[in-house]
């Protein structure tokens, strides 16, 4: 068979359920995954029987992303009759996300609405009448896709992107007109309003993808982690939050070994929590693995509430509070927050983030400060970006941010470095032609011989 | 000599029917070019000059792929200048002045010396097709001359009609007749036309100029020739400037109840970027002045050409305008302006080899494709010769992409999108214009050139060499330490390569380090330097665009049946269906290169490519 791009989306529909499905298909999907997945039983995952589910870790560079069933299809004994890789991941749309984007940057592409389908119809998998059924499908994807977009014309933020277009469209006519029109001698660029306009877009984008993550953030509840060393309270602080008991505690150090995740509602807003194991230098080979989870586990918290034993001595404290900055200087994505624990013993600390788990209040503070961030936003005035959008806006802010002066570069390849951004621009505000260029030309100078 | 039987037959002896003729008789197969007269062949009918931004391009791409236009434009220029200088690589344009006289003489000339090429003075007035298949041509008298595939390029002479103020004359070219019945009868056999027209201005005697009021305008100081086979050229005139003032356009405005633009007596649109001078005065009321040349016609001729006032004023109107402008004043009329109405075939009734959809063996080139300008015609006749030529051995077409040649921008905008005006090459328009440059034509295309036999073997084996030192020279460049001193004596070293990049240096400045140079074999080549000094410079934008175009190649390949009915395919949206059942592309790039074709449609038809 020739080669066909490699494709993979979430089978299942959005929204959380136990289990999420991730799907990929095309050329070189089981070497790829051979590269992110290691079944448990050892071996490469090309090598498993196919059509058996094997269950292993999914990992991302040196940390680990979660605990998935994965199966092998093999062309032509596959749904799109190419060959083919199903995980079925924990339902967590962060997870689900994060192995989304891992895939896309192993070289897989996002799929077109409908392309599964349409792939299992090429190669014969499906017969015309229900190949129409599909098309009728897609037509009515894109729609919703459509709908969303003219909404958003409609708004405020994509009018300030379709005059970015139309500012763009006109500089660019400029250059084209210097360019093609040489002889004429035009030089009507004004390379200052250029480079503003520039930054201004670049801005503009960046509170954008900003507000996305933001929105995104919302929708799915942000995530938070405890996190400290053993014997800390983190499971009781966990236990306090969710009502009940959830997880083991006791006074004995390194009680926790793997992590436990649990959600909540709290002032209408969604909040993950997740317990862990204390960090600490170990022998024991199970606890040493639970540690290495829990720091895998920061990156992909948004919130990390670090537990510091306030009833430890004065010393400690000291050296808790540098392990604290450390940790918190390493993993710099993510929001850090000291959390003073056990407040009815130990030395009082004033902040609103000192906690005793027999104190209802001090655990409601430290909710109310979470979530206060949160509910500053409305909820209605964050835009909702399809993930298409989110990256044609991320494949902008990276062409904006490659083009350093535009004073210095010469006019050709500023004009090649516009078309750049042009494209994944007209993407979201309507096509570009190379005639509207040249009709912007036109309209506006009086040109030729 | 005329005889009953041609393998081919091209009808029109302008810039495209020349190199469709040459092409196709080189090629080997037994060809007619049959011409309204012979003496016109090649004749310039606007500006006497070749070239110009992106013209140029496609003139050197002509050349790389063994056409005619380099050659002769070389031998009969009379002033060389590269456009765009000011600008990097991509945008140098070669352009010429040529004698008006001795362009169409080497013309005629390089056409006799074709063996299996006759040239006969005729008219055609019919092609004859028989369920769909080329027979033949009728001549005005009656003849009938049998062949397998006719190109057509006859040019602004079909239902040509010329006009100057209120006064009409039927014709294609001043002092010259036109065809009348030849865009009818393909009419009959469901051909679509429509009108468009263009203009020329005057033409004054040179005697009747006071240049001391105009300015200077000379050739390059090293003038370079457009064919990589031609020798030395060299500049022989001098051109000049001058302004229109707000009287002239005061003047022009009192024939405007007069002129045929205005009066709606032309219906067919006219190019926007080649602008009539009444045009450029109605539409930029606010200009107070526009700028024209003043370039001689040739070496042994008295006519000046006034480029920047094409015109159909009345006579009477652009005596007086010409003489309010300066240098002007005592003026004498040759030639009067004029402008020209034609009919051309739509061309997306064309596949991108030229050839119609609708009748097997017949192959269309220039204007009457709408488009306009000498060099555009030209690239489309070549192509047109080489894909006749295909066709009458049975072999695939020869396309070439939007990513290889400006003549592949052109065809493919011709045959999937159409036009609706005058067509004119821009650099805009070809989205990987890094790649397409004037230096690396040869580079590009004289391969091809070679295997269809138009290129000589020698010139093949040029290239191979010059593109083999070019890799060598990037390594040796990639490797080695120089050192630049800079004009105000900074002395900057690194990476031989990187120190290139930096606009201004060129290699034969750089010193390198530790006593090593490249080979003499490449600093003794300086097309070789040229191409180093490129790379270098284009870096990175030229990975960029490789890469975009490796893209752009999996959508083309992606080939729609011919067969296809889009009116069976429900989900599409209507404009999608109305545009792919009228532009029928070959290809899912081509089909969503029109617009109105959206996203899902491009899904959806995914769907139907097998
Ligand atoms: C008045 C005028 C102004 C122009 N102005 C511009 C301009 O401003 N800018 C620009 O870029 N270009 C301009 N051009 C266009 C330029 O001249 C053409 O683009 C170019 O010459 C087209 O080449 P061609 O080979 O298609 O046709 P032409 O050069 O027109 O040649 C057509 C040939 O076909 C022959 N012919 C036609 N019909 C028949 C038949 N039935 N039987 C036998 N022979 C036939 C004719 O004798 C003629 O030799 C102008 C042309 C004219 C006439
Ligand atoms: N007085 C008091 N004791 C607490 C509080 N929180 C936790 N403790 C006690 O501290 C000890 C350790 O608590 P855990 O919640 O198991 O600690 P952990 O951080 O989960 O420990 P590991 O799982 O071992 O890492 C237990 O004996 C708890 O009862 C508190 O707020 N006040
Ligand atoms: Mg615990």
């Known amino acids: 068979m020739s080669s066909v791009q490699p ?353 209802r209040l001090s655990v409601e503070h430290l909710l109310d400060s979470l979530i206060a961030q949160y509910s500053t936003h409305k909820t209605d005035s964050l835009i909702l970006l399809t993930q298409r959008q989110h990256q044609k806006l991320l494949a902008i802010e990276s062409f904006l941010s490659s083009i350093s002066n535009v004073t210095d570069t010469p006019t050709e390849l500023l004009a090649t470095d516009l078309r750049a951004i042009l494209q994944p621009l007209s993407e979201l505000t309507g096509a570009v032609t190379n005639e509207d260029i040249l009709d912007a030309v036109f309209s506006g100078f009086c040109i030729g011989k | 000599m005329v005889r009953r039987q041609y393998d081919i037959i091209v009808i029109g002896g302008g810039h495209a029917g020349i190199e469709a003729a040459s092409a196709s008789a080189r090629m080997g197969c037994l060809t007619a070019l049959i011409t309204l007269e012979l003496e016109t062949i090649g004749r310039l009918s606007c500006n006497p000059a070749i070239g110009g931004m992106a013209k140029g391009q496609l003139v050197c791409e002509i050349d790389a792929m063994g056409g005619e236009m380099a050659k002769i434009a070389d031998i009969s220029g009379i002033q060389f200048k590269t456009l765009g200088t000011k600008k990097g690589p991509a945008m140098w344009s070669p352009r010429s002045q040529n004698d008006k006289d001795l362009y169409p003489f080497y013309a005629q000339q390089r056409l ?197 006032f094409s015109t159909s004023l009345p006579e009477d109107i652009q005596a007086m305008g010409l003489k309010s402008i300066p240098g002007l004043e005592e003026c004498k009329i040759i030639r009067k302006g004029y402008a020209v109405e034609y009919d051309y075939f739509p061309p997306h009734q064309l596949l991108p080899s030229l050839e119609s959809r609708r009748v097997g063996g017949l192959f269309m080139a220039g204007q009457i494709n709408g488009t306009s300008g000498y060099e555009e015609a030209a690239a489309q006749g070549l192509m047109a010769g080489i894909n006749a030529v295909m066709s009458f051995r049975g072999e695939n077409p020869i396309i070439l992409d939007r990513s290889q040649a400006y003549i592949g921008v052109l065809l493919d905008d011709l045959s999937v999108l159409s036009t609706t005006e005058p067509y004119r090459m821009f650099t805009s328009r070809a989205e990987y214009r890094l790649l397409l440059r004037r230096d690396n034509a040869d580079i590009r295309l004289t391969e091809l050139g070679g295997n269809l036999g138009l290129v000589e073997p020698r010139q093949v084996g040029r290239v191979r060499e010059k593109m083999k030192l070019v890799r060598e020279g990037e390594l040796l460049l990639r490797k080695l330490n120089a050192q630049y001193i800079g004009g105000d004596g900074t002395v900057w070293a690194d990476k031989a390569w990187t120190l290139l990049k930096r606009s201004g240096v060129q290699l034969t400045s750089l010193v390198f380090s530790d006593g090593e140079n490249l080979p003499d074999s490449i600093l003794n080549d300086h097309e070789v330097l040229e191409q180093l000094e490129i790379a270098s410079l284009y870096e990175g934008y030229i990975d960029r665009q490789v890469r975009e175009v490796n893209q752009f190649k999996e959508q083309e390949e992606k080939l729609i049946p011919s067969e296809i009915d889009y009116r069976k395919i429900q989900s599409l949206s209507s404009e999608g269906r109305e545009k792919l059942t009228k532009f029928r592309p070959r290809s899912l790039g081509q089909a969503s290169r029109i617009s109105g074709v959206s996203r899902s449609d491009l899904s959806i038809l995914m769907l139907y490519i097998k």
Not at chain 1, 216 to 240: Q, T
Not at chain 1, 304 to 333: G, M, R
Not at chain 2, 196 to 201: E, I
Not at chain 2, 218 to 235: A, L
Request: glycine share 8%; hydrophobic share 35%; net charge negative.
């Open chain 1, 7 to 359: 494709i993979v989306a979430r089978a299942t529909p959005l929204g959380e359920g136990a289990i999420a499905i991730v799907r990929l298909s095309g050329s070189g999907v089981f070497e790829i995954t051979d590269q992110l997945f290691f079944p448990d039983r050892g071996g490469l995952f090309s090598t498993v029987p196919e059509r058996t589910m094997s269950i292993g870790r999914l990992v991302d560079g040196d940390r680990s992303l979660d605990h998935p069933l994965a199966v092998r299809f093999q062309a032509p004994r596959s749904y799109t009759g190419e060959d083919m890789v199903e995980l079925h991941l924990h339902g967590n749309p962060l997870i689900v996300d994060s192995t989304l984007q891992l895939f896309l940057r192993k070289g897989c592409r996002l799929a077109e609405p409908g392309e599964f389908s349409r792939r299992a119809f090429l190669n014969g998998k499906m017969d015309l009448a229900q190949a129409e059924g599909l098309a009728d499908l897609i037509r009515a994807e894109s729609d919703i896709a459509l709908d969303l977009a003219q909404q958003q014309l409609g708004g405020e933020l994509s009018r300030r992107f379709s005059h970015f277009r139309h500012e763009i469209v006109d500089f660019l006519a400029l250059i084209e007109l210097e360019l093609d029109f040489v002889q004429e001698g035009y030089e009507l660029l004004d390379y200052e309003k250029l480079s503003s306009t520039l930054q201004s877009l670049l801005s503009d984008i960046r509170d954008l993808l900003v507000s996305y993550r933001t929105g995104d953030l919302l929708r799915r509840g942000p995530r938070i982690l405890l996190l400290g060393r053993p014997n800390a309270g983190k499971s009781s602080l966990f236990n306090a939050i969710l009502g009940y008991s959830r997880s083991l505690v006791s006074s004995q150090p390194g009680t926790t070994r793997d992590y436990v995740e649990e959600r909540i509602f709290y002032r209408g807003v969604v909040l993950h929590f997740l317990d862990s194991a204390g960090i600490r230098e170990t022998d024991d080979d199970l606890e040493a693995q639970g540690v290495s989870f829990a720091t895998n586990l920061i990156p992909l918290a948004d919130h990390v509430l670090y537990l510091i034993d306030s009833s430890l001595p004065e010393s400690t404290l000291a050296t808790e509070d540098n392990h604290f900055i450390s940790l918190s200087q390493k993993y710099s994505q993510s929001h850090f927050l000291k959390v003073y624990s056990k407040q009815d013993i130990g030395v009082s600390i004033d902040t609103a983030h000192s906690v005793s788990v027999f104190d």
């Open chain 2, 112 to 308: 006799r010396e074709i063996q299996g090429l006759d040239l006969i003075e005729a008219s055609v007035e019919d092609i004859l097709i028989d369920k769909g298949v080329i027979k033949g041509v009728r001549l005005e008298k009656g003849d009938f001359l049998s062949c397998r595939a006719v190109i057509l390029c006859a040019g602004t002479f079909l239902c040509g009609r010329m006009y100057t103020g209120e006064d009409q004359t039927v014709g294609g070219r001043i002092e010259e007749r036109s065809a009348e019945y030849l865009s009818g009868s393909l009419r009959n056999v469901g051909f679509e036309t429509a009108r468009l027209k263009t203009g020329t201005p005057p033409r004054i005697h040179r005697d009747s100029i006071n240049y001391s009021s105009c300015e200077k305008d000379f050739g390059d100081e090293n003038p370079q020739p457009f064919s990589r086979s031609s020798k030395e050229v060299q500049n022989q005139i001098i051109c000049y400037t001058t302004w229109t003032n707000t009287q002239t356009h005061q003047i022009l405005e009192q024939g405007f109840d007069r002129s045929p633009m205005f009066t709606g007596r032309i219906s067919g649109s006219g190019p926007r970027y080649c602008p009539s001078i009444e045009d450029k005065v109605f539409r930029f009321a606010d200009k107070s002045g526009h700028m024209l040349f003043l370039e001689p016609e040739g070496l042994n001729t008295d006519s000046v050409y006034v480029n920047g």
